[in-house]
């Protein structure tokens, strides 16, 4: 018995579970002020976070805020210091397995080193590197036009072998989709949906694959440090080489949004 080709998609399409993404968490940042506390909190002070930055994180609106469908991020430099912004979603929204997806628009200028990343939720208990860190998007402004994602472990933290650059010309004045997709066995990153680099290691242990527990979000941009100074700018031995004709730097998130897989018939 012949059965048309119309009968036969009808069977596969009732048949075949197909994967869809399920959106599961949002901040698409359209309300006015500051950002909203049910969702972030704030990283304070001048600490330098291990990395010898020299900006000073602050909560105010000068430095982050909701404007025009976007969050803002702003660093202003004051005399001669810097203040920033450091978002996190620590305590407030965490996930295991799934796909964030970050849309914005990077600074601009030699010395700015802006992050959307990702740390584990119980960084304060186990520490750094062992909790584990994925960085989604990094960007230097000394290296204009490449951004990077990369992974640190109990096994390559620090200038870790786990990373991958991406072309994207024009970081400054467009909006990209900077995305990771973690499952139980992988993390793939993605900019503006093209796939450029898998993480997949052939042993998983404590020392590889710290990334099967929640992490939480975090945006911000940090100035100077030991991977955004310009040596060509740097004074007194300190990681502080920023552009002395630079007196902000501006990224504008779009949206935040983290997606799991769910099976649809």
């Known amino acids: 018995m012949k059965i048309s080709s119309f009968f036969v998609l009808l069977l596969i399409a009732g048949s075949c579970a197909q994967p869809k993404d399920v959106l599961v968490w949002s901040d698409e940042f359209n309300g006015k002020g500051a950002p909203d506390p049910a969702c972030w909190s704030y990283d304070l002070g001048a600490s330098g976070y291990g990395n010898n930055e020299i900006q000073n994180y602050t909560d105010q609106l000068t430095n982050s805020r909701q404007e025009n469908g976007s969050l803002i991020i702003e660093a202003h430099k004051n005399g001669n210091e810097w203040t920033s912004a450091r978002l996190i979603s620590k305590n407030k929204f965490s996930f295991t397995y799934g796909k964030i997806v970050f849309r914005a628009k990077l600074p601009s200028g030699s010395g700015t080193w802006p992050a959307l990343w990702l740390l584990a939720e119980n960084i304060d208990s186990v520490g750094w590197p062992e909790g584990g860190e994925i960085d989604v998007m990094e960007h230097v402004g000394k290296n204009p036009s490449v951004a990077q994602c990369a992974l640190h472990t109990a096994s390559s933290f620090g200038n870790t072998i786990n990373k991958k650059e991406y072309s994207v010309p024009d970081f400054n004045t467009a909006f990209h989709t900077y995305e990771a997709n973690r499952t139980a066995d992988k993390i793939e990153f993605f900019i503006d949906g093209n796939l450029y680099y898998t993480y997949e290691p052939t042993v998983k242990d404590v020392n590889t694959w710290?990334?099967?527990?929640?992490?939480?979000?975090?945006?911000?941009?940090?100035?100077?440090?030991?991977?955004?100074?310009?040596?060509?700018?740097?004074?007194?031995?300190?990681?502080?080489?920023?552009?002395?004709?630079?007196?902000?730097?501006?990224?504008?998130?779009?949206?935040?949004?983290?997606?799991?897989?769910?099976?649809?018939?």
């Not at 527990?213 to 991977?227: L, R, Y």
């Not at 552009?243 to 769910?262: C, N, Q």
């Open 210 to 265: 710290p990334f099967d527990n929640p992490f939480f979000i975090i945006m911000n941009i940090a100035m100077g440090g030991n991977w955004g100074s310009d040596t060509q700018y740097e004074t007194d031995g300190l990681k502080n080489g920023i552009e002395p004709s630079l007196t902000s730097a501006r990224m504008e998130v779009d949206y935040v949004r983290v997606y799991k897989t769910a099976e649809t018939k």
